[in-house]
């Protein structure tokens, strides 16, 4: 079984930047499909980012386009999500996730077959 943990979060300005890494461990990482989800206080999960085993394909939600950016080596076995141009509404608890049942443009509205989640990691961005 997969472990993933966060790390990177943090406080910054509206504007700046940050980048976020997934380190997983437990199996060999490189077969799952990876992603990345937030939840904002008081709101639902919100999908970001996902990314194919081989780091060949990614896929983003409309919303995401543009500013996030999500990478993969496998020969670490971390995931990264680089987030840029922040706003304050991108402030939330980011969360990485790992699968092998869900194609990368499903892992939005299939997040019930993610196998693995990690503890997450606050990210906040002040106006």
């Known amino acids: 079984q997969v472990q993933l943990v966060e790390s990177g979060g943090g406080q910054v300005q509206a504007g700046g930047s940050l980048r976020l890494s997934c380190a997983a461990s437990g199996v060999t990482a490189g077969t799952y499909a990876m992603g990345w989800f937030r939840q904002a206080p008081g709101k639902e999960r919100e999908f970001v980012a996902s990314i194919n085993w081989s780091g060949e394909i990614t896929y983003y939600p409309d919303s995401m386009k543009g500013r996030f950016f999500i990478s993969r080596d496998n020969a670490k076995n971390t995931v990264y999500l680089q987030m840029n141009s922040l706003k304050p509404e991108d402030t939330a608890v980011y969360y990485c996730?790992?699968?092998?049942?869900?194609?990368?443009?499903?892992?939005?509205?299939?997040?019930?077959?993610?196998?693995?989640w990690g503890q997450g990691t606050l990210v906040t961005v002040s106006s």
């Open positions: 996730t790992a699968g092998k049942k869900v194609l990368v443009q499903d892992m939005g509205r299939l997040s019930n077959l993610l196998e693995a």
